[in-house]
């Protein structure tokens, strides 16, 4: 099997799409390092659950929007799985708000954690795949970052800022067997758009062209697919996964 037997970590891999990210690959035979910041149980679960299949995973705790707190946790998976061959960029937050009532800590909180992680994480990860000369950095966009969204200039600002990371490390590490990609998810159900009101969840639906909000699983299965050999000759993409919302 394509990738067989490589070691991913994913960021935020205790729930939602991360969680779904985790299964998949283990499904490829991947092994997992499932980061998490405070749901220690919801991160053992997923590597009960990988456990339980015959796969192998550890869960990672640590914030990673901390340096010191990165720099651990790619130690800690390095010590127990082996360097970091595959890196998700997953964690994400949300804080919405128009921009005339945005908060200092509204912008701070979500660039810090959509965007700067990203950074720390994948300048550590690069570090030992450029010497392995093999690795896959996927980074989990959203197509607000493509299209925009009124009420959450923040984290259209960070996913759209994640693009041009995307694609100015796929120019960087190209050379050395490295690809870089973002998937752009449109409305998933987890708990990010479960508390959102029920009308406006109608009204999202009612644009999306296949008519309902994407599973975790969906967005799992290009991602799954982007860690594979088979796609070894793609870089520097944002693919939305979004029922079609972007052409709507
Ligand atoms: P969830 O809210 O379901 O899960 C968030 C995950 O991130 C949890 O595992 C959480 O850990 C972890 N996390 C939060 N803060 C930190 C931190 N500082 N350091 C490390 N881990 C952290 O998120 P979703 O599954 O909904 O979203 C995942 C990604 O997909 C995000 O980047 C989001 O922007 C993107 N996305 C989601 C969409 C959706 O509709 N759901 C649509 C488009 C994009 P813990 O369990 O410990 O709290």
Redesign the pocket.
């Known amino acids: 099997m394509a990738s067989e037997g490589r070691v991913s970590l994913i960021?935020?891999?205790?729930?939602?799409?991360?969680?779904a990210i985790a299964l998949q690959f283990s499904s490829q035979g991947l092994s997992v390092a499932v980061?998490?910041?405070?749901?220690?149980s919801?991160?053992d679960e997923v590597v009960k659950i990988i456990e339980g299949g015959g796969g192998s995973a550890v869960t990672v705790q640590?914030?990673?929007?901390k340096p010191n707190?990165v720099e651990r946790i790619f130690a800690e998976t390095s010590e127990s799985l082996g360097p970091v061959e595959i890196l998700v960029n997953?964690?994400?937050?949300?804080s919405d708000s128009l921009l005339m009532r945005m908060s200092d800590n509204d912008w701070d909180s979500v660039i810090d954690?959509?965007l700067r992680?990203i950074f720390l994480c994948t300048r550590e990860a690069i570090r030992t795949m450029v010497r392995s000369r093999w690795g896959r950095v996927i980074n989990?966009?959203?197509?607000?970052g493509l299209r925009g969204n009124s009420g959450q200039a923040n984290?259209a600002a960070a996913?759209a800022g994640m693009v041009g990371f995307t694609q100015s490390i796929a120019k960087e590490v190209g050379s050395r067997n490295i690809t870089v990609n973002c998937v752009?998810?449109?409305?998933?159900?987890?708990?990010?758009?479960e508390d959102l009101p029920k009308d406006l969840k109608q009204a999202i639906m009612d644009r999306v062209p296949i008519g309902r909000?994407?599973y975790?699983e969906e967005?799992a299965g290009m991602v799954g697919f982007l860690a594979s050999d088979a796609a070894s000759y793609v870089t520097g993409q944002a693919i939305a996964v979004d029922g079609g919302l972007v052409i709507s």
């Open positions: 960021t935020g891999g205790s729930r939602g799409i991360g969680k980061n998490y910041i405070s749901n220690k919801a991160a640590g914030d990673v929007t707190d997953n964690a994400g937050i949300i954690l959509d992680s989990i966009g959203s197509v607000v984290y996913k752009a998810p449109g409305y998933v159900e987890t708990d990010i758009v909000f994407g975790p967005i």
